[in-house]
């Protein structure tokens, strides 16, 4: 992919913009659950700041109203965390996009927070005159933030248009990198598996998977209706009977790519202390609810998982929040742990099983992205990225 990185530009004493990525996950009390976006950011922040620039990052947080200011969707516990992470203060600039004080101040080797970006009015729409005015604060901008680079937005898109530099930050060429390396030209066996509740969602990437990779495994609620499809019932289980003729028409387009699990863990309700029974899915009576893939089928996977030379993984295989469903998740989990292939996994659900099990230091990459991930999987083209593509080729 051919763009500028922030290596290769010289930042001593020029006023640097990073977009980054910190839409962190948060609990009732705003405390941030999960820091593994802002970790991600640092390398990026640190460098431009050790080569003398001064710098400005700006994140969104969740998905406020634009132009409604609540302290809900404040930066602040971010900013803190920010601050702790790069030993330095990094203070926090609200109403930033005309510049003022805090911008003629900014000195060589500083950081500022501007507060969520998509509280400016024209931020989602990727507003033109939003995005020039932001691109006058500075002489670099840094797109940091692959999480983000499937909306075109004004700090995401418009502004690269407009700033005299435009460059990707490293947690974006890393990103890009790892995916890349995943899907363009993939040592084989490609395995991909493919979780989560619903095939609408991931119709285009299932398509999309089931045409690239040597075999594709669903779980969850997208096993489900591949289920629905092969053996004609699934009990009570969460499915889509509308998807039932695209699963079909996957399964028949390719011809053994897609495992249908032969078992499964089941309930008679969705819950922790559910009593769990092992089934056939012949044997599945009508108020059965599917909630983790059976050991039989789980021996099938793992074979599959074991040939493989590469795995891109996204969404869990059962219901691995409750530990009497877990085991499906917790095995495939395992067996990427234990494999030599190249691991390439992505989406909150997923990562929260890689951090349950403890295996994130046995997967290749740990993608920080979500709905990025699944559009490059896809093949789309993510707006964030081309705009900087574009930019470097004149
Ligand atoms: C994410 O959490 O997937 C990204 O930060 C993008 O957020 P969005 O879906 O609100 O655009
Ligand atoms: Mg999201």
């Known amino acids: 992919m051919a763009f500028l990185r922030l290596a290769d530009v010289d930042v001593r004493g020029k006023r640097v913009f990073i977009r980054a990525d910190l839409n962190v996950p948060q609990d009732d009390g705003g405390a941030i659950t999960d820091d593994s976006r802002i970790r991600a950011s640092v390398p990026g922040i640190r460098d431009a700041l050790a080569r003398g620039a001064a710098v400005m990052v700006t994140s969104h947080l969740g998905r406020p109203k634009e132009g409604v200011w609540t302290a809900g969707d404040s930066l602040a516990p971010v900013a803190e965390r920010l601050a702790q992470l790069l030993g330095r203060p990094v203070p926090l600039v609200r109403d930033w996009v005309d510049g003022g004080p805090w911008h003629a101040g900014l000195k060589s080797g500083e950081v500022v927070l501007l507060e969520n970006c998509r509280v400016n009015k024209g931020e989602k729409a990727d507003d033109d005159a ?16 692959f999480g983000t680079a499937h909306r075109a937005e004004a700090t995401t898109h418009g502004i690269a248009k407009h700033a005299p530099v435009a460059c990707a930050g490293p947690l974006m060429a890393a990103e890009l990198e790892a995916l890349g390396k995943a899907l363009a030209k993939p040592a084989r066996p490609l395995v991909a598996i493919v979780g989560g509740s619903k095939v609408s969602t991931k119709l285009t990437v299932l398509k999309a998977l089931a045409a690239k990779v040597d075999a594709l495994i669903v779980g969850g609620g997208i096993a489900n209706t591949f289920i629905l499809a092969a053996h004609g ?111 390439i996994a992505g989406g909150g659900d997923t990562v929260a099983a890689i951090h349950k099990f403890g295996i994130a230091d046995k997967v290749s990459y740990i993608s920080t992205a979500g709905g990025a991930f699944l559009e490059f999987l896809e093949g789309k083209t993510l707006p964030a990225v081309a705009v900087l593509e574009s930019r470097a080729s004149g």
Request: net charge negative; charged share 20%.
């Open 233 to 343: 019932h699934v009990g009570k289980s969460l499915a889509e009977p509308d998807l039932v003729p695209a699963a079909q028409a996957i399964l028949d387009e390719f011809p053994g790519k897609v495992p249908i699990p032969v078992d499964a863990v089941c309930a008679k309700e969705f819950a922790a202390s559910a009593k769990p029974t092992l089934k056939a899915i012949e044997n599945l009576e009508p108020d059965d609810m599917i909630l983790d893939v059976g050991p039989t089928s789980v021996a099938a996977l793992k074979m599959i998982i074991d040939k493989a030379a590469t795995i891109v993984w996204n969404g869990p295989i059962g219901v691995f929040e409750f530990d009497a469903f877990a085991a499906g998740t917790k095995a495939l989990a395992e067996a990427i742990a234990a494999s030599s292939a190249f691991s």
């Open 130 to 145: 939003l995005a020039s005015k932001m691109a006058k604060l500075c002489d670099v901008y840094v797109n940091d933030a």
